[in-house]
């Protein structure tokens, strides 16, 4: 495993030992997961100093999943309560260019635990991603912000 992917992993194992999984647990159990491999890097020899580098992308990855998981939280629990939907729910195909099966499973996983999207299926080919969204005004809007955002730190953390 990769040691950025790994600082993560880490910190939401300090949360859950925590018993907590709020903002400032994690935080602080993703800076002693970098303190912690910052320390053991050198076992892992220049592979593990290399992976060390992606590090600030994986933090973003986190950032941007935390952003995404707070606004369209509000925006899905919004459309809930408020009357008349304005959701027009759809199946959109987004083509990938993340490839390897733990960076398909990270996207798809991201995907789903973010309000008002779910991952649907993976083609045999690894190609397209079928995922539903709640809001598909526009389609292509749905899977360009998916690509440039999830998709493209996804590649540079695992890239």
């Known amino acids: ?83 008349g939907s304005k959701a027009t729910p759809g199946i959109v195909e987004v083509p990938l260019d993340v490839r390897s099966g733990h960076e398909i499973t990270l996207l798809a996983n991201l995907i789903s635990l973010t309000p008002g999207t779910l991952s649907l299926d993976v083609s045999d080919d690894r190609s397209i991603l079928y995922v539903h969204s709640m809001y598909t005004d526009d389609p292509e809007a749905v899977i360009a912000d998916i690509k440039s955002s999830f998709e493209s730190l996804i590649i540079e953390v695992c890239g």
């Open 1 to 83: 495993m990769r040691i950025a992917l790994l600082a993560i992993v880490l910190a939401f194992a300090w949360g859950a030992l925590m018993g907590r999984l709020d903002l400032v647990t994690l935080l602080i159990g993703f800076g002693l997961s970098l303190l912690s491999l910052w320390i053991v890097a050198p076992l892992f020899g220049p592979a593990g100093r290399r992976d060390l580098r992606r590090l600030p992308a994986a933090v973003r990855l986190v950032a941007l999943f935390l952003y995404e998981l707070v606004v369209s939280g509000f925006r899905v629990a919004w459309d809930v309560i408020t009357p």
